[in-house]
């Protein structure tokens, strides 16, 4: 009897798991973002907390966008300039983010909104971050399906969340837009869980047969007997993980695995979630012929640190290119090191790094061979990088946008406008927002004859009616041109670009209020190069008349987002 008392007592006062549901409280890393750093217009800062509308779909400012989509950026003659690296086939992202929970708990569900050209969710993973502590991620939920092209509606993707061993607060979801029709945004993400679980009995282990019959006799061949020479040459064929595989499996192989000729190029961006700084020491001893290095991504978990960064750095001393992009641990540290051990740098991406470190851009003064620079969305100020560029005089690409700090933009144009005419060949201003028309009218008149690809997107103090007769007359070999939100861009300087400019093959006219159907056919009459044309949200371009273009040009490729006014005009129509 007192026992049947104890079990209703134990039963009234055993604890219950507590519900709860909470939207992210920080964004801790981004592999790219549409908006300015620190600003309120498609920024993922605009995820964190209560979304600010629900069940809308559209172009929302407030809420995150990525900044690529589709295959066209590989396209970009500057794209061409990077090694070609071998990925992992069941690597499909090309994009992530990742944020944290103020409350850790053992997740049920997790609700992701998507507001515009949603469905590129590949993957989630989640992991228990402590200030300081590593995060270890497990995989929650992968998207198995075959990525398809891009819908047209407000979407909230409801993912079932299995139970893991501990509690999580920090969230990592990968992205593929190769398949996205437009950026990509993201208005909310709701994670749902417990606070504790009752415990469940573990699961029974399950045993396979290392055969079909279950005849674990191996044929008697051996492939040791192969010379080194060509068991090196097979080798080849192997990612970085294989590598590191079958280096367990004999001392032959183990010696063969860390032959440096099989490390020429070394892409280390599938494997960020999962590399430290451990692995980084064993896996650099191989980099003594290291060429190509790309480590973006890595950082944000707090498994890489910048002195481990620095000592793969110095590990190879031969680097030409090295991709830094979203890595979190670009410190004043690693770029003293580049400066040291890398002066035969010729390619450099630091785009996308943390925001909360003020890149010291001097350091850099003396990779004097530097070709390719690419500091987008980066935080630096205007006296280093102009300390910077005068140092470098065989700098082919420069990519700047989204600038934070560069406050006077005009002194970093007019550095490069002193350069000597026939070095570069492609420059990104993406929002340069204090660009004034004379500076960019003198750099175009120096290096316009050498340009192949020019962003001048969201750059508004440049006004397109001015600009675009410079660009018919002096830049004859432009072949990428973006002219995202110069809004007053018409007809007629669409009529003089297609003088000058022959051989364009993409174009991005986005939010032009004046551009016609007929000022398009035009400019496509005598630019029979062109292959990518973005008149998204041209207020006079409809989507009927762009279905007429796309019969009329098959070999273009029309980007069109409507207005919010054009989709209410049609929609009217289509009540009445």
Same mark, same amino acid.
């Given at each position: ?255 063969? =695995?860390?032959?440096? $000729? /099989?490390?020429?190029?070394?892409? #280390? *961006? ?8 451990? &692995? !980084? ?74 925001? =909360?470190?003020?890149? $010291? /851009?001097?350091?850099?003064?003396? #990779? *004097? ?8 969305? &980066? !935080? ?97 070999? !432009? ?98």
């Amino acid at each position: 009897m007192c026992l049947q008392k104890l079990r209703r007592l134990m039963d009234v006062y055993e604890p219950k798991p507590t519900k709860i549901e909470q939207y992210p409280s920080t964004i801790r890393a981004f592999s790219s973002e549409y908006g300015l750093p620190h600003s309120c217009m498609m920024s993922h800062n605009n995820i964190c907390g209560h979304p600010t509308s629900y069940n809308e779909y559209g172009d929302n400012y407030y809420s995150g966008g990525f900044r690529r989509f589709g295959e066209w950026a590989d396209g970009y003659p500057s794209r061409l300039t990077l090694p070609k690296y071998y990925t992992p086939p069941e690597f499909t992202a090309t994009d992530f983010i990742e944020c944290s929970f103020r409350k850790a708990v053992f997740p049920v569900s997790l609700v992701i909104c998507e507001n515009f050209f949603p469905g590129h969710i590949t993957s989630v993973f989640g992991g228990s971050s402590v200030a300081g502590d590593e995060v270890r991620w497990i995989e929650l939920w992968r998207n198995d399906e075959e990525q398809s092209e891009s819908i047209y509606c407000y979407e909230q993707t409801q993912i079932p969340l299995p139970q893991p061993a501990e509690a999580i607060n920090v969230l990592l979801i990968e992205f593929n837009f190769k398949a996205s029709e437009y950026f990509s945004q993201i208005e909310s993400i709701f994670l749902t869980g417990y606070d504790f679980l009752t415990p469940t009995p573990p699961l029974p282990a399950l045993t396979y047969p290392l055969t079909p019959n279950g005849n674990t006799d191996l044929l008697p061949i051996s492939i040791t007997v192969l010379p080194n020479e060509i068991l090196v040459k097979i080798l080849r064929f192997l990612d970085i993980d294989d590598l590191r595989r079958i280096s367990r499996t004999s001392k032959l192989f183990r010696k063969l =695995s860390g032959d440096a $000729s /099989l490390y020429t190029s070394v892409n #280390l *961006r599938p494997y960020y979630r999962i590399l430290s700084d451990t &692995a !980084l020491e064993v896996l650099s001893r191989s980099f003594l012929h290291l060429h190509h290095l790309d480590v973006s991504w890595l950082g944000a978990n707090n498994q890489i640190t910048g002195a481990g960064l620095s000592r793969v750095i110095r590990a190879a001393p031969n680097l030409r290119s090295l991709s830094l992009s979203g890595c979190r641990v670009v410190t004043q540290t690693v770029l003293e090191t580049i400066s040291v051990c890398s002066r035969d740098l010729r390619i450099l991406d630091l785009s996308n790094t943390d925001n =909360s470190v003020q890149l $010291s /851009l001097p350091w850099l003064t003396s #990779l *004097r061979d530097l070709q390719y620079l690419d500091i987008s969305h &980066a !935080l630096f100020t205007t006296s280093s990088l102009m300390t910077l560029l005068s140092s470098l005089d065989n700098l082919e690409w420069f990519k700047a946008g989204s600038p934070f700090l560069l406050a006077n933009q005009d002194s970093i144009l007019n550095c490069l406008t002193e350069k000597s005419p026939g070095c570069l060949r492609g420059v990104e201003l993406w929002h340069w927002n204090n660009l004034t028309f004379d500076c960019a009218a003198a750099f175009i008149h120096h290096h316009g004859e050498y340009l192949v690809e020019l962003d001048l997107g969201w750059c508004t103090s440049v006004k397109s009616r001015d600009i675009l007769p410079i660009l018919a007359a002096h830049c004859p070999n !432009l072949v990428i041109l973006l002219l995202t939100a110069h809004r007053e861009t018409r007809d007629q300087g669409l009529g003089e670009l297609s003088k000058g400019c022959r051989k364009l093959e993409q174009l991005d006219l986005l939010g032009s209020q004046h551009i016609t159907p007929s000022g398009l056919e035009v400019f496509l009459d005598k630019c029979k190069r062109v292959r990518f044309l973005d008149v998204s949200y041209c207020a006079r371009v409809t989507e009927q008349s762009v279905s007429v273009l796309s019969e009329k040009y098959p070999r273009v490729s029309f980007k069109h987002v409507e207005t919010y006014l054009q989709r209410a005009t049609r929609y009217s129509a289509c009540t009445h």
